[in-house]
């Protein structure tokens, strides 16, 4: 699949890693990789199937209407 980021594979594979985490926001991945959160919704969403995305979304949502600093 074409990506429109400029990062290697073993980059994309960490950054979903870390968006998939609970504990690693989206400033976090912004400070080591650049990509601010919009960019990391758009990598995650090419690259992981489409209901692992949404379930993803579903959770960082959820968990960001209960906590101030989530995400």
């Given at each position: 699949m074409a990506s429109k980021h400029p990062l290697?594979?073993?980059e994309i594979s960490?950054?979903?890693e870390m968006a998939l985490s609970d504990h690693v926001s989206f400033a976090d991945i912004e400070a080591q990789f650049g990509l601010s959160d919009?960019?990391?919704k758009v990598l995650m969403r090419e690259n992981l199937k489409p209901s692992s995305y949404r379930t993803w979304r579903k959770r960082v949502r959820?968990?960001?209407d209960r906590r101030e600093h989530y995400k």
């Open positions: 290697s594979q073993d960490a950054v979903i919009s960019q990391t959820d968990f960001g």
